[in-house]
């Protein structure tokens, strides 16, 4: 696998020397000058019909405005600043009727090619599933149609090692146990208990292999301890930072795109030698997602 190294749009890459270049920092975590982006490949689609018409988490409010045209403005500066980072990202033809069928990340969680289907423990989404894993098929990939929920990469997160994977809002256990048996990579089960996180990728973030950050209030103490045991190194971030959608970034291995008010994220990350990118995707969160839910990863 090749490893590029990719500057900030708009900077030269001879731009990038700064102290953080030293090959570690005073944590011994590695700096910017080892850290390298991956060229990835993302699934996306066009919140052409985004509305917020029902309430499935804390965030959305049926009873609060949202400007759809705004929404397609946010959106499009996230899928242009992934083409300018060097990624691949394909277009899902967005659907009537399926407001939130622009969280592409619970479409489904793809890896070594593999495509677990997702299906919504809500009826309002159901259709999504059948919807991506179609656009899946018909491109010749190895499919699951699965027979429990699972709400994607929103609640399947893949570390180096593991499939991190939430239950307690919307995946269930029998579907985690789904995806080890397709995808083959062992699953670690954590449990969610704070509504407002409601899916994985709201509480967890994973950055680069075994490097990942979390909010420890959004899981129960025994998967507390668990993460601990994991990832002793992990970025812990707080209440506030979490509030913002702060753990819903997506990390190419060097930069990380992240909602523009989680700024107490940013500093931490570049701390830890990553280049944080501020998106604002303030209409998006009036439907409960940011970066990350708007954002599927593709692994060959
Ligand atoms: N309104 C959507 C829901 O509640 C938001 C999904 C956000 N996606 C995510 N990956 N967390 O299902």
């Given at each position: 696998m090749t490893a590029t190294t990719l500057s900030r749009p708009?900077?030269?890459?001879?731009?990038?020397?700064?102290?953080?270049?030293?090959?570690?920092?005073?944590?011994?975590?590695?700096?910017?000058?080892?850290r390298a982006a991956r060229p990835r490949r993302y699934l996306m689609c066009r919140p052409t019909h985004f509305e917020v018409s029902y309430a499935i988490n804390p965030w959305m409010d049926p009873a609060e405005p949202v400007d759809t045209g705004l929404a397609v403005a946010q959106w499009e500066r996230l899928y242009r600043l992934?083409?300018?980072?060097?990624?691949?990202?394909?277009?899902?033809?967005?659907?009537?009727?399926?407001?939130?069928?622009?969280?592409?990340?619970?479409?489904?969680?793809?890896?070594?090619?593999?495509?677990?289907?997702?299906?919504?423990?809500?009826?309002?989404?159901?259709?999504?599933?059948?919807?991506?894993?179609e656009w899946f098929r018909a491109r010749g990939f190895a499919t699951h149609d699965p027979a429990h929920v699972n709400e994607g990469e929103g609640d399947i997160l893949l570390t180096g090692r593991y499939l991190l994977a939430g239950r307690g809002f919307r995946s269930v256990s029998a579907g985690h146990a789904e995806a080890q048996e397709f995808l083959g990579r062992p699953v670690i089960g954590l449990d969610l208990v704070d509504p407002r996180?409601?899916?994985?990728?709201?509480?967890?973030?994973?950055?680069?292999?075994?490097?990942?950050?979390?909010?420890?209030?959004?899981?129960?103490?025994?998967?507390?301890?668990?993460?601990?045991?994991?990832?002793?190194?992990?970025?812990?971030?707080d209440e506030a930072d979490a509030e913002a959608f702060g753990l819903n970034v997506v990390s190419d291995g060097l930069h990380v795109i992240h909602p523009e008010p989680a700024t107490g994220v940013a500093a931490r990350l570049r701390e830890r030698g990553f280049r944080p990118i501020a998106m604002d995707l303030s209409e998006l969160l009036k439907g409960g997602g940011s970066v990350k839910c708007c954002t599927l990863e593709i692994r060959e």
């Open positions: 708009g900077a030269s890459a001879s731009t990038a020397s700064t102290p953080a270049d030293a090959a570690t920092d005073a944590s011994g975590a590695p700096a910017a000058a080892a992934f083409r300018e980072l060097g990624h691949r990202v394909d277009l899902i033809d967005p659907l009537p009727g399926l407001p939130d069928m622009v969280y592409a990340a619970n479409g489904a969680t793809v890896v070594d090619g593999r495509v677990l289907g997702a299906r919504f423990r809500n009826a309002e989404r159901a259709a999504e599933g059948p919807a991506y894993l996180f409601y899916h994985l990728d709201t509480a967890l973030s994973v950055l680069d292999g075994e490097e990942i950050m979390y909010y420890p209030g959004a899981f129960s103490a025994g998967s507390r301890r668990v993460l601990q045991q994991l990832f002793p190194d992990a970025v812990l971030v």
